[in-house]
């Protein structure tokens, strides 16, 4: 308690009132699986869109694995699937299986790249990503700026001066006191000790060696026609896809060295690597992009060959690589066309179809030098994921591809067990029958697992065709559909299926009849009714989780408890806080019986909230454990409706 040691008015804060705890969402997804490009390893960020799904995990167009036929692109097809169904936060996990490395093959790792070589020096330039996305059109385009020499009068004197130049500014100078051409040089500030200011001195080469060239020494009389101009860069990157915007980065140093406003601003500062989360010291010998959210972004990565990283080594290696480049970026005339180098980077693949041969593929690993994570590890740091899935997983599953699929689906449910507060959302095979999809269902027990079926037909954006789709895109948008406009606790069915034209598999009242009571929920089409998702069952053999909307309430009431009554870990283990506790939770539970998810007519028919020495033995004392009893009365859902009407007559 506080100490009151001399005379006076203490006036101290108290709470009278019971902690709350806040509800959780249930709507944020994660799915798994390959897509065109993006990051296999960074910290996970959400994606609120199909646009921001594309920008950072590639276009549309169908996937080329290595050996096979072209895919459909099932991930861009699930996200676009999720969001038009409702969904609002999406996280995704890319799983790439690079190829087998071979002599020769200097794409195994699926990275495009592309060398720009001149003057003995080589600018790699890469795709930051693995994938065939990255076989991508980048232009380079030197700029020269207008010339900044200019004169100022100190002390009765006029003295040349270079308004807007900084440290390792790359520059073109034309001076009357040298022969008629045009020298390269780098800028470097100094204080000149014979005029007592501080001026500047261009290098033709890397100082030390050979002789600056001295600002004192330029004539800013117009008429003599001196000049010092600023190059730069400005670099366009043009993805696969033509719906897709282009990136453009420009005003770009060319010298490694060089900052604005005390960033790094150069080519290579630009695109250089991805920050490595584990190396949180200082390196000023490796450039590194500044943040994750760069990381994801940007496409590429640009290098200098060893030894030849300054920036007159970039400029004698653009110039050298195209002839003409150096006359067209002196002509004052020249368009941006003119001085630009067009470059199509190559050797981009999208790999093997995961899990390739030693690859963690959906399983994914953590690396424990590092925060790295892949598959579905990647999800374990995110707390605020409900619902998992792995579109196309499934595909082929009536062919060579059971074995694999049927194992991703075990990591799905395992990964959703493991975690405890998530759904695993399971896609039946492509071109299932009715016995195929039972067949496949009897494969799997769990209260964390729903399976759907059959697939989807839409109309396919990139072929203008019909194609079937996996269902987990669909039914994890009409999840957060679900609880956004109603609850959690309502079971997430008799919901129309957006972007829809009709399944895979036409179902009759008949057919469902056999799959409903073994936990394969379907899809439905009804006259006048449109195309519907018509079940919600888990794939549980235990009655008391028999339906979605159980298991994904309970869950949500347990992590909103469990994350809402944190502050009770080390308090001092008496009726206070047994107390506490149970007006905590009685209040949430309340709230929610208010807002009918509950069954009962009063609070104390539809839950009860217990916790003293009756909910705990001395061992538990003794242990330092506190036991909370809760009991809910949930609603389950109205699966089957059913009207008993006879006849009646009046004398009745």
């Known amino acids: 308690m506080p100490e009151y040691l001399s005379p006076g008015v203490y006036v101290e804060e108290v709470s009278f009132r019971a902690r709350s705890i806040e509800a959780l969402s249930t709507t944020t997804t994660g799915f798994v699986g390959p897509t065109r490009y993006g990051p296999t390893d960074l910290p996970l960020d959400v994606i609120t869109s199909i646009g921001e799904f594309e920008r950072t995990y590639g276009d549309r167009q169908q996937m080329q694995f290595e050996g096979s036929s072209p895919t459909h692109n099932y991930m861009w097809h699930a996200a676009r699937a999720f969001f038009e169904n409702g969904g609002t936060r999406l996280y995704i996990s890319r799983v790439f299986a690079p190829l087998a490395i071979v002599s020769g093959n200097n794409n195994a790792d699926g990275r495009a790249r592309f060398p720009i070589s001149g003057s003995g020096a080589t600018m790699w330039v890469s795709a930051r990503f ?91 009389n117009p008429p003599l026609n001196d000049s010092i101009q600023v190059i730069t860069a400005t670099i366009t990157i043009y993805p696969n896809d033509p719906n897709l915007s282009t990136w453009v980065y420009s005003g770009l140093a060319l010298d490694r060295n060089h900052q604005l406003n005390g960033k790094a601003d150069s080519i290579e500062a630009q ?205 994890t948008g009409i999840y957060a559909r679900n609880d956004i406009n109603r609850a959690v606790y309502k079971a997430p069915a008799n919901e129309v299926v957006n972007l829809a034209l009709t399944f895979e598999t036409v179902l009759n009242k008949a057919q469902q009849d056999v ?31 028999k339906y979605v909307n159980m298991r994904r309430y309970f869950a949500y009431l347990e992590h909103s408890i469990d994350k809402g009554t944190q502050w009770a870990v080390f308090e001092p283990n008496g009726p206070i806080l ?38 705990m033995t001395q061992n538990d004392l003794d242990n330092g454990r506190v036991v909370v009893l809760v009991g809910v009365v949930a609603l389950t859902p109205a699966e089957f409706v059913i009207f008993r009407i006879g006849q009646w007559t009046a004398n009745s």
Not at 432 to 438: H, L
Not at 523 to 543: C, H, K, N, Q
Not at 592 to 614: H, I, M, T, W
Request: glycine share 8%; hydrophobic share 35%; charged share 20%.
């Open 515 to 545: 799959l409903n009571p073994i936990g394969i929920n379907c899809f439905r089409s009804f006259e006048d009714r449109g195309y519907r998702l018509w079940g919600a069952r888990t794939i549980s053999s235990d009655p008391e989780w």
């Open 271 to 475: 695109f250089a690597p991805n920050p490595d989360p584990s190396n949180t010291g200082s390196n000023s010998t490796k450039l590194v992009l500044s943040s994750l959210g760069e990381a994801r972004t940007v496409p590429i990565l640009i290098t200098m060959s060893a030894g030849a990283d300054t920036g007159l080594a970039v400029l004698q290696t653009l110039l050298g690589f195209q002839p003409g480049l150096q006359q067209e970026l002196l002509n004052s005339t020249s368009t941006d066309i003119d001085r630009s180098i067009d470059i199509v980077l190559f050797g981009g693949n999208d790999g093997e179809r995961p899990p390739g041969p030693g690859d963690p593929g959906y399983e994914g690993a953590a690396d424990p030098a590092s925060t790295k994570k892949t598959g579905l590890k990647a999800f374990e740091d995110i707390d605020e994921i409900s619902i998992v899935a792995a579109p196309g997983s499934t595909f082929n599953y009536e062919g060579s591809y059971r074995d694999d699929a049927s194992t991703i689906i075990s990591l799905l449910i395992t990964h959703a067990e493991q975690m405890r507060y998530r759904i695993a959302v399971l896609d039946s095979g492509d071109g299932e029958a009715i016995s195929d999809v039972r067949a496949l269902r009897a494969r799997f027990d769990s209260t964390y697992a729903a399976l759907y079926y059959p697939w989807v037909t839409i109309l396919d954006p990139v072929t203008r065709k019909e194609i079937n789709l996996p269902p987990s895109g669909f039914v």
């Open 130 to 220: 693995p994938g065939d996305a990255g076989n991508m059109h980048v232009r380079i385009t030197l700029q020269m700026g207008p010339n900044i020499l200019g004169q100022d009068i100190i002390n009765g004197q006029t003295v040349p001066q270079a308004r807007g130049l900084f440290d390792y500014d790359i520059v073109a100078l034309q001076s009357s006191a040298s022969p008629p051409s045009t020298v390269f040089a780098s800028a470097e500030s100094f204080f000149d000790t014979a005029s007592g200011l501080q001026s500047w001195r261009f290098w033709p080469v890397l100082p030390p060696s050979g002789t600056p060239l001295l600002l004192a020494n330029m004539n800013p």
């Open 578 to 615: 047994w107390a506490s506790l149970k007006r905590t939770v009685s209040d949430f539970l309340l709230n929610e019986f208010q807002n009918g998810a509950l069954l009962g007519d009063k609070p104390e028919q539809a839950y009860f909230v217990r916790c003293d020495r009756s909910t």
